[in-house]
């Protein structure tokens, strides 16, 4: 893949991770959420490796990570921002854990 290319996909991913990040406070009823650098949207690589390694054990839960640490896990994806809060995490990963994708998508 060609340099421009990579740097494409890491321009991408940093979108994408600001709008589920916004999506997720808009979920959980926050109305206040930390805003994402671009330079902190890059470093997602240990929590996006820490879900794709735990993805069976927490299934259909909501989990705070800071890195590859497990922080708070549970239904609501409210209580689970605010536990990583009370843990000390200024700034958590909070996601609900999805089942992978079957198919890839092509797009047009």
Known sequence: MSEMGRLGGKRRMQTLTSQRRREIARKAGLARWAKVSPKTASHFGAELGWLSRHREEYL?????????????????????????????????????????????????
């Open 60 to 108: 259909g839960q909501w989990v705070a990570l800071d890195g590859a640490r497990l922080v708070a896990s549970g239904s609501s994806a409210r209580e689970v921002y605010l536990a990583a809060r009370r843990a000390g995490v200024m700034v958590p990963f909070v996601d609900q854990v999805q089942p992978p994708d079957d198919l890839p998508f092509g797009g047009w």
